[in-house]
Each structure stands twice: as structure tokens, then as C-alpha cells.
């Protein structure tokens, strides 16, 4: 009942920046914590970022902290992550999710009841 697609992603220069956007549709009680994932390969996935559109807790990983911002559209249906002073570090594919709650174990992935698709993001040296 909701729907995630993810924009944005693309290749920079190290220290260059990238905004990705992450639009929504579907049922907003099930989609009151969003966040973004980032999967390398060989990597696991990692929560890079998670609040509640309605106002509330906003969650970082530390190595993007200072870094890269959540935020979204006043319609509460477009999600950003800007992402400055990338690193080749940060090359992966990111991912846009949506689930009921946050809580202080936002970065679990199992958290979370939809997914999108999937943006690439490539940070060359």
C-alpha cells in the first residue's frame, strides 16, 4: 500500500555533494518513520539516516553525521537526503524506506515494511 521511488543518485568528485529525493504514496500511518539505507558491495546494509515526518526524533549514522541531512517536502510525501563532502566511502546504493516506528534501533533494517528500488551513488577519488 506504499509505494517508494528514489531519485537523485549519480557519480561526483570526492568532497562534492548529491541530493537524493525519495517520493511516497500510499497509506501514511505506515509510512510515519522514513529513512535511508545504503548497501556497498560485499557490504551489509546500513542505516544511514531516520525521522518522523510528523515531527519528532531525526537519527544518523556516525560516519555521516555533520554530513548529510534528512529532511522533507511541506507535503510530507518527498523525502531529501543531502549529502555533502561525499567520500569514496559513501559509494553504494541507496535505498529509501518506510515503516511504522523509528525508536532507538532505527537502523535495523527489519524495521521497516517497504522499500524502494534504489538509487546509485558513486564517489570517485
Known amino acids: 500500500q506504499v509505494q517508494l521511488v528514489e531519485s537523485g543518485g549519480g557519480s561526483v568528485q570526492a568532497g562534492g555533494s548529491l541530493r537524493l529525493s525519495c517520493a511516497a504514496s500510499?497509506?501514511?500511518?505506515?509510512?510515519?518513520?522514513m529513512a535511508w539505507f545504503r548497501q556497498a558491495p560485499g557490504k551489509e546494509r546500513e542505516g544511514v539516516a531516520a525521522f518522523y515526518p510528523g515531527g519528532g526524533s531525526i537519527h544518523y549514522a556516525d560516519s555521516v553525521k555533520g554530513r548529510f541531512t534528512i529532511s522533507q517536502d511541506n507535503d510530507k510525501n518527498t523525502i531529501y537526503l543531502q549529502m555533502n563532502l561525499l567520500n569514496p566511502e559513501d559509494t553504494a546504493m541507496y535505498y529509501c524506506?518506510?515503516?511504522?516506528?523509528?525508536?532507538?534501533?532505527?537502523?535495523?533494517?527489519?524495521?521497516?515494511?517497504?522499500w524502494g528500488q534504489g538509487t546509485q551513488v558513486t564517489v570517485s577519488s
Open positions: 500510499g497509506d501514511t500511518h505506515s509510512r510515519n518513520c
Open positions: 524506506a518506510a515503516g511504522r516506528w523509528c525508536g532507538p534501533e532505527w537502523y535495523r533494517d527489519e524495521r521497516y515494511n517497504y
